[in-house]
């Protein structure tokens, strides 16, 4: 079953790099991948204290979740404007030449 949702996954990832084109995917990947990462962590980790108790583990998975997300969106927004900045080097580059296409039709 795992393999299944790891093919469906990588099948939505392929399908969203296509649409949005690769970098604005590997964002929006960042963006799901670090906080989903994170929140596995702390279940792990914290999940012998939290869920010795089935009423306290799911009562405190959903706020740990969401402080979880919310802790980890400048983490998230970091790394992406890293990529923002590694792109936008190369059109300020002194190698990259801007030029004006004019049409046969409007000469």
Do not use: H
Not at 1 to 23: K, N, Q
Not at 36 to 59: C, D, E, Q, T, Y
Not at 96 to 106: L, N
């Amino acid at each position: 079953m795992t393999y299944v949702v790891l093919y469906l996954a990588c099948i939505v990832c392929i399908w969203w790099a296509y649409r949005v084109g690769w970098l604005e995917a590997l964002k929006t990947i960042i963006g799901i991948l670090v906080p989903s990462a994170l929140i596995i962590l702390f279940n792990l980790k914290a999940g012998r204290l939290l869920f010795k108790s089935p009423i306290v583990g799911i009562i405190s998975i959903l706020p740990t979740a969401f402080f979880i997300y919310r802790g980890s969106l400048p983490l998230v927004t970091t790394i992406n404007s890293w990529i923002d900045r590694k792109t936008n080097d190369f059109a300020e580059s002194q190698d990259v030449v801007d030029v004006e296409v004019i049409s046969k039709e409007d000469s």
